[in-house]
């Protein structure tokens, strides 16, 4: 049962990947919804700012303390968790060992989505509004920005790998803090890049399939494929 923090983090590493805790339900596979403390009472505390009954504060938590978990827009254009052994099953699921250019070469990225793409790779990490500045987009262009933002994820392309207090032209902090993205080859070590490397993109997604039904065997079919494809 899932009661704080470290509790959380043992139940996401046992289970492998999980929709993000508290979001909508996807008929897959989240935490707190088919297993984990899903039907008691848990202590748990929303929007509180305690980091460790907060889970809220736990998706950038996991960024900050940890290198095995990745955050991030990642199942059914919704945010969600998948661990450092799981990872290289996605990326052999989603990326078929393509990279960005190649995909963008192949007509199936979009424009909006390599300039975004490219101001990240550029500068190793960029925070949200910095990657607006950068690439381009203005106000008017949200709709487009956040289309292509949510497509890079989905691709496991880019992802989340932190947050960034914002500050004034004098140094003062000000606002809400911003969300920082990097290009997925930034966040892993290169170890996780190999083992998707030797996975045949079916194999892998019958694995993750296989994960799925062991954690919900009540999972069906069309939303298991979405949420292994993206």
Known sequence: MIRNYADFIAALLEAGFSGAIGGKDDGVFALFRYGWGADAET????HTGNPDTDPWEWRTRVLDERDDIAYGKVFS???GYITKEWYPY???ARRGGKSFYDEYADGTASHFAKRIYDAVADNGSLPLDEIKRRA??????KAKFDAALNELQ???YLTMCGKETKLSQTGGEYG???TVFCTVETFWPPEV???AAEMDGDEAAEKIKERILALNPSAVEKKIQKFIGG
């Open 136 to 141: 381009g987009f203005y106000r008017a262009d």
């Open 154 to 156: 989905m691709k496991l």
């Open 77 to 79: 254009k919704k945010a």
């Open 43 to 46: 202590g748990i505390e929303w």
């Open 90 to 92: 996605f990326l052999a």
């Open 176 to 178: 809400w803090s911003s």
């Open 193 to 195: 890049f190999a083992k």
